[in-house]
């Protein structure tokens, strides 16, 4: 019997929940394990990275590579994985865009250190304020961790992507129409997003509720709105991000009456999410006067959090590090 394909799972900064996606193929994964060999995936199975170093180049099939690259030891494991794989997946909106670890670039490494271990309201100061080392000295000998870089990347700035799984986490449709076309070698060109090619609008079941111009006076945020499950929720007054936003994730958030906040990514003809959106957003104000104007604009709590939340890490602008956390 031939060998089955190898494949390999790995997280870099992640919360978990594109692992759980995995598991969320729930029966589907009983296939997928049938029909592969799984030769990492920290996670859930007992491989070393020895295990992968002893490799040939090239042996394995595919490695799934969630979370935003953030320490010395993910980016080690990313160029790992990528010499041994025929194929690299980002998956996950983290590895995809930077995703939500990589709003952490409005500081840089040494205003995090400061606020979580020196100065941040939460931290008691003892006589000895002590932050992380990459080598400390113990009586035992020298205990190492991984660099701590002063910037999150997208996967894609540090390693040679093939193809990406967009979605925070993707659904479990995506990932497992992804599996059956790399299994079947049915792919499309290289670099592509493995999701809907049209913006989320298209595919949405509001979607025929839209204006055909539509023009807001107000913006809302969901707590201040009873939501009208039948009418489209940017006419409504609430962001969605679905007209430039891809589609492909089942409008599983407007299907739970949450606008859409854009993890599945730009179209593939827009380089810089949000400033897709900003401009988007500017397109459809109803009003003239510069005061009224930023009065409107002034209900987004947090722009940089609304546009950039899964991609500032892919800023087409270059990045600011004068902010002060917590200030
Ligand atoms: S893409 Fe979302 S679900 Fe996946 S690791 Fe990042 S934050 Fe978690
Ligand atoms: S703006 Fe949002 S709610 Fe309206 S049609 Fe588009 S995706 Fe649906």
Redo the contacts with the bound molecule.
């Keep these: 019997m031939a060998d089955k394909p190898k494949v390999a799972f790995y ?1 870099c ?9 995995v598991v969320d193929l729930a029966e589907e994964i009983l296939d997928v394990v049938e029909a592969v060999d799984i030769v990492f995936w920290p996670v859930a199975l007992d491989f070393k990275v020895e295990d992968v170093e002893a490799m040939e180049d090239g042996s394995i099939a595919v490695s799934f590579i ?3 690259v953030r320490l010395s030891e993910q980016e080690e494991m990313a160029h790992l994985l990528r010499q041994k794989s025929q194929l690299v997946i980002a ?6 865009l930077g ?3 990589g709003l952490a670039n409005l500081w840089d490494k040494a205003s995090i250190f400061d606020y979580y271990y020196v100065s941040g309201p939460t931290v008691e100061h003892g006589e000895n304020i002590e932050v992380p080392e990459v080598k400390i000295e113990v009586p035992e000998g020298t205990l190492e961790l991984p660099e701590f870089w002063d910037e999150v990347k997208s996967l894609d700035q540090v390693v040679k992507v093939d193809y990406y799984l967009p ?4 659904t479990v449709k995506i990932v497992s129409n992804a599996i059956k076309a790399i299994l079947s070698g049915d792919l499309p060109p290289p670099g592509s997003v493995l999701a809907g090619t049209r913006a989320l609008c298209y595919e949405c079941p509001l979607n025929d509720s839209k204006p055909e111009k539509l023009l807001v006076k107000e913006i809302k945020r969901v707590h201040e709105v009873e939501i009208d499950p039948e009418t489209c929720l940017l006419a409504q007054g609430l962001l969605c991000l679905g007209p430039v936003t891809r589609g492909g994730c089942e409008s599983l958030c407007i299907e739970g009456h949450m606008p859409c906040t854009g ?1 599945f990514g730009p179209l593939d003809e827009v380089l810089d999410q949000g400033a897709k959106g900003l401009s988007f957003l500017s397109s459809i104000i109803d009003a003239d006067e510069e005061e009224e104007i930023l009065q409107i604009l002034d209900k987004v709590p947090d722009p940089v959090g609304v546009f950039y939340r ?1 991609s500032l890490p892919r800023l087409s602008l270059t990045s600011k590090k004068e902010v002060k956390l917590g200030g």
């Design positions: 997280w900064a992640s919360c978990g929940g594109c692992e759980e996606a969630n979370g935003a998956f996950g909106s983290c590895s995809h995703g939500v670890p979605g925070c986490p993707p993890c899964y």
